[in-house]
């Protein structure tokens, strides 16, 4: 990769937020395998695009994106479980889990919190 390459992806990494594919495809006019380097740049590891779905390397959905710009991110602790998640209209959850997978806490942008430690 080129350095005036290098430094257009950097750039792109440190400017884009979501919806990540509208603006990788509208304001930036990435390609398919562009949008990989970008994305796991953002995400600082290997993933995959299907569908207009991003995944880690666990195949664990972290992102999504419809074609009206609605998204949604979600981030898994090193088990599996689903411990945050957010969308494009300001919702959000955090979640934690005990050693045996079981949900502990629930906290999300309603105020509703569920505290089971």
């Not at 257009?8 to 930036?28: E, L, V």
């Not at 949604?72 to 919702?91: P, T």
């Not at 959000?92 to 089971?116: C, L, M, P, Q, T």
Request: with cysteine; net charge negative.
């Amino acid at each position: 990769m080129n350095k005036k390459y290098q430094r257009y992806i950097d750039y792109i990494i440190k400017d884009i937020k979501p919806p990540y594919f509208i603006s990788m495809r509208d304001h930036y006019g990435l390609k398919q395998d562009e949008c990989v380097l970008v994305l796991s740049k953002v995400y600082n590891e290997s993933v995959t695009i299907k569908s207009n779905r991003v995944y880690d390397s666990n195949g664990n959905t972290i992102y999504f994106e419809n074609n009206n710009g609605y998204w949604s991110k979600l981030e898994y602790d090193s088990n599996g479980n689903k411990i945050y998640w957010e969308n494009s209209n300001g919702f959000w959850e955090k979640r934690e889990y005990d050693a045996n997978g079981n949900e502990i806490y629930h906290e999300d942008s309603d105020g509703v919190i569920i505290d089971r430690r």
